[in-house]
């Protein structure tokens, strides 16, 4: 099992609709979540961050926790096309180690 | 302000070439780090640096070292190349090593080894 997983998609959503990303860690200890933004060809950028179970809302984006079940979600409400990128969570774990998932593609369809 | 930057942004290498990557930030960072990244595999950290002086291991090392020159600089060096090392490396730096949130990555150093 990998330590962080993702579905590498490509997940394709119409133009407003709500994309839905999802992050599983194997790690229970694992303390603080992230999710980077990756546009074709360029570096990645830090978009969230979220360290208690719940919520967390910044503009468009929401980040949902759930330690018990050892997932981590980013939705996107409204997409648009310039939302279209690759969304990377990545897991501080109990270990002091930092992982990356795979990344999951998205795609917004005008 | 520049941020983080990396040279060269491309490379192509024959089997059994060296070459060292360069990184440096202007941001008075603490930590830096060497991810690669392959398709399908996300970032896979190579190398980091916490603190000045100081280098550890990452998820996978082998075939590569670094040096932390200063503070500001951080190289990743590829002794005897090879074509598992195709990759586009990215060189990043956060404030400290436990301050684990934001990481600022350069713009990628793309290596073809033939």
């Known amino acids: 099992q990998k330590e962080v997983e993702q579905n590498s998609g490509p997940l394709s959503v119409p133009e407003g609709a709500i994309a839905s990303l999802n992050c599983t860690y194997s790690d229970r200890g694992s303390q603080s979540f992230f999710w980077y933004r990756q546009y074709s060809g360029k570096s990645p950028e830090l978009i969230m961050s979220i360290y208690s179970n719940g919520d967390k809302e910044d503009g468009r984006f929401t980040a949902q926790l759930n330690k018990a079940s050892q997932y981590v979600s980013l939705l996107i409400r409204d997409s648009q096309p310039s939302d279209s990128a690759t969304y990377l969570c990545k897991v501080y774990g109990n270990t002091g180690k930092l992982i990356f998932g795979q990344g999951t593609t998205l795609q917004v369809k005008p | 302000n520049a941020g983080v930057t990396q040279t060269p942004k491309f490379q192509v290498l024959k089997t059994g070439q060296s070459m060292t990557l360069q990184c440096a930030q202007d941001m008075n960072h603490n930590s830096m780090y060497w991810y690669r990244q392959d398709p399908g595999m996300g970032l896979r950290l190579i190398y980091y640096?916490?603190?000045?002086?100081?280098?550890d291991k990452g998820e996978v090392p082998n075939g590569y070292n670094v040096s932390r020159l200063n503070k500001r600089e951080f190289s990743l060096r590829l002794e005897s190349a090879a074509p598992s090392q195709t990759s586009v490396y990215f060189c990043a730096s956060s404030i400290t090593r436990w301050n684990t949130g934001e990481l600022f990555f350069g713009e990628g150093s793309r290596l073809t080894v033939l």
């Open positions: 640096s916490a603190s000045e002086g100081t280098t």
